[in-house]
């Protein structure tokens, strides 16, 4: 299997569906001569030509609403934004258009298409470039919300996205472009919806998305050096969450950790703790516990950063908690 | 409340009716330029397309009275000769987009009474299945796109529509009704430069009715010259009397031939009026704005100056005003009668469409 980053896998991806259907087309700011602002679509127009690889104004609101209008009459927009900060200025038309039409319209008017771009923090670009999204996207019926945090995910999550007649919310992790991976070549489709066990362990269950299954991914290899197993229950999509794969782990370790990168309050982890207690009640013998950025802004100083983020020794003391064993 | 609107559409002009003229297709003299290349059959046609939205319209301030249309329900009277001219103007296989102010439009359109009445009433058989009410129409039959409630956030999407059109080589063109407050909100500009810079077929048309709810123009907007907006995007624009059915239909016919032929965009201002409050929750005047005001702008309904105008030229008869004004209240009354007897939508609906389980 080929090993690419997952800058690669999402321009794969993005190359194999232009090619599928033509339909489908990319718009955002600098995503065709200048190849992308993280270049994501590096390669794209010199293949697919101006038509298809749109350039835009910076103007969010207006090119989200251009894809919904698209979408409307039967194209199949991707919509990328230079980051998920930049698409608060779009949420107009992501929240109270994209996901609202089909419903509005009694079911006449689907919306084929994809909003995505980097979301959460990246290395000291502080607090208004430096925020995780999902659990504001994912409150929203209507939309699905796509979070991978592996080169093949983001690879098979974006071709179902794409394929997807639904609105889609994709976040990809700006630290993760860089991240390899094996990735399967040609039709890799991962469906919208289902998590994966990334790691089997029978001590605690990790439950986790996107840029912070890294994270639990490097906790379980360093408690395993402690003899501590634990479950990597990846969700890969936010909405919907599969709760199945939330209540099997916790039924077999009844113990869980829910780490997250966005903040504490109405975290997507709210959300899973409040799955765990209905399906996992019985089976617990600890409190959940949860790890996420800490309830600040986020700051530029170097170890301040370093302070807010959620982490592997946050986690680690998380885990160990739950297991009682500090 | 009173339901029917203060004004008699079929008050007899002062002057005497001149004699029957059958113009270009019978033996009289030429009709009237200003009635710009209509034919008699196409006039009354128009005189019946307004008529129905306006007593439409009455009976939707009655059923708003009585409970039976419930929410944010805006009435459009006062401002039909822009619907109706439009509409008229436009191919089936183009595309309409709107406000909440839609009702007129999407009769207009073609869009059956009776589906719409149905969605008022929140009613299964509604054009929306009940699930959009009085602001968010939807046809796709007719390519009516909505029936939007967020001001504004329907202008990007009607350039989107342009988008989609030119990149299928196509050549239709999407209309876009906007209210004249709208053109201070950020999507609107977004919107309009986009739509000159990339040449996309959008008809922008800005319904001048001098009010957002309660705000004249003049407490809102630091350049009410509508059309400077148009050339500081680099785009065609001209301001009509939309008052005047055939003022609407000859300026439509410029941009829609620009849309078609050069792919270029057009902004419209139609300077027109609305009779009634903002929405069902407003009173009609003495507000914002005083009845000496509303009462002067109702010397200009579009529907008496449609009828006087045929009146004059000999071609309508009282009794033929009559007639079709009878025909017009019948069908608002069958809308009436089919939504009132129409099942709400069973509850299994809640939960369709908010997804759909089909993928390409
Ligand atoms: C973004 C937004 N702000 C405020 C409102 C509340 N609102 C509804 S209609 C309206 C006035 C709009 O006036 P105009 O655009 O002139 O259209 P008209 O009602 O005259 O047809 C306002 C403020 C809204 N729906 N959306
Ligand atoms: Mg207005």
């Not at chain 1, 780490?259 to 409040?274: A, H, K, P, T």
């Not at chain 2, 039909?80 to 207009?108: C, F, N």
């Not at chain 2, 796109?145 to 239709?172: C, D, E, M, T, W």
């Not at chain 2, 965009?265 to 000496?292: C, N, Q």
Request: proline share 5%; glycine share 10%.
């Amino acid at each position: 299997m080929a090993v690419l980053t997952y800058r690669d896998a999402l321009t794969q991806a993005l190359r194999e569906e232009l090619q599928r259907d033509d339909r489908v087309f990319l718009m955002g700011e600098e995503v065709a001569q200048y190849n992308g602002a993280y270049k994501v679509s590096k390669g794209l127009l010199d293949e697919f030509g101006p038509m298809r690889i749109v350039d835009t104004p910076i103007t969010e609101l207006g090119f989200a609403g251009v894809g919904v209008g698209a979408a409307m009459v039967g194209l199949r927009p991707i919509v990328e934004f230079m980051t998920w900060n930049f698409a608060l200025l779009a949420l107009d038309e992501v929240v109270n258009a994209a996901a609202k039409i089909l419903y509005m319209s009694g079911g006449q008017y689907k919306m084929p298409m994809v909003f995505r771009g980097p979301n959460g923090a990246a290395l000291q670009l502080s607090a208004q470039h430096s925020q995780a999204w999902e659990s504001w996207l994912a409150h929203i019926p209507g939309l699905k919300v796509c979070t991978p945090g592996t080169p093949a995910d983001a690879k098979g999550l974006l071709k179902s996205a794409i394929r997807d007649d639904n609105p889609v919310v994709f976040l990809e992790g700006e630290m993760l472009y860089n991240v390899k991976g094996e990735v399967p070549e040609g039709e890799h489709i991962v469906p919208i919806g289902v998590a994966e066990l990334k790691r089997e362990g029978d001590h605690c269950s990790v439950i986790t998305h996107g840029k912070m299954v890294l994270v639990a991914m490097k906790v379980a290899d360093d408690l395993a050096k402690e003899g501590i197993n634990i479950d990597v229950v990846d969700l890969r999509t936010v909405r919907p969450i599969d709760v199945d794969a939330i209540s099997r782990s916790v039924q077999k370790t009844n113990r869980a950790v829910v780490l997250e990168e966005g903040w504490e309050i109405c975290g997507m982890g709210s959300q899973v703790v409040d799955f765990i207690q209905r399906e996992c009640f019985d089976d617990l013998d600890a409190p959940v516990l949860r790890v996420h950025q800490e309830d600040v802004p986020m700051p530029y100083a170097k170890n301040l950063e370093r302070a807010a983020k959620p982490d592997a020794g946050k986690t680690i003391a998380a885990i160990k908690k739950v297991m009682y064993l500090d | 409340m009173s339901t029917e609107t203060k004004r008699p559409v079929t008050q007899k002009p002062k002057d005497k009716p001149a004699a029957r003229n059958n113009g270009a297709d019978g033996t009289g003299k030429e009709p009237p330029k200003e009635f710009a290349g209509t034919t008699p059959e196409l006039r009354r046609e128009l005189l019946h397309s307004m008529l129905l939205q306006r007593r439409f319209e009455e009976r939707c301030a009655e059923a708003y009275a009585l409970g039976k249309i419930g929410g944010f329900c805006h009435l459009y009277i006062g401002q039909e000769a822009i619907s109706t001219g439009v509409m008229s103007m436009i191919r089936p296989d183009d595309y309409v987009i709107t406000a909440y102010r839609d009702h007129g439009q999407a009769l207009a359109r073609g869009i059956s009474p009776r589906a719409i009445m149905a969605e008022l009433f929140g009613r299964d058989a509604g054009v929306s299945g009940g699930k959009g009410g009085s602001m968010h129409l939807f046809d796709s039959q007719t390519n009516f796109l909505g029936g939007h409630g967020i001001v504004g956030s329907h202008v990007p999407i009607a350039a989107g529509v342009g988008f989609a059109i030119k990149y299928r080589r196509g050549n239709q063109v999407c209309v876009c009704f906007i209210g004249e407050a709208a053109v201070n909100i950020g999507a609107f500009h977004e919107a309009l430069n986009m739509a000159s810079l990339w040449d996309l077929p959008v008809i922008f048309i800005i319904e001048n009715n001098r009010y957002g709810m309660g705000t004249a123009i003049s407490r809102s907007t630091a350049n009410e010259d509508v059309l400077v907006r148009a050339k500081g995007y680099r785009m065609e624009g001209e301001t009509v009397d939309g008052q005047d059915v055939f003022a609407v239909r000859e300026c439509m016919t410029r941009a829609i031939e620009r849309a078609r032929k050069e792919k270029r965009p057009t902004l419209i201002e139609m300077k027109t009026y609305r009779f009634m409050g903002h929405s069902m929750s407003d009173a009609v005047s003495g507000t914002y704005r005083t009845k000496d005001e509303l009462e002067e702008n109702m010397k200009r309904d579009p529907i008496l100056l449609l009828h006087n105008k045929m009146y004059e030229a000999g071609e309508l008869t009282e009794g033929e005003m009559h007639k079709i004004d009878d025909e017009a209240k019948a069908i608002a009354q069958d809308a009436w009668d089919f939504a009132d007897a129409s099942p709400e939508p069973p509850l299994e609906k809640l939960y369709t469409d908010v997804y759909t389980d089909t993928s390409s």
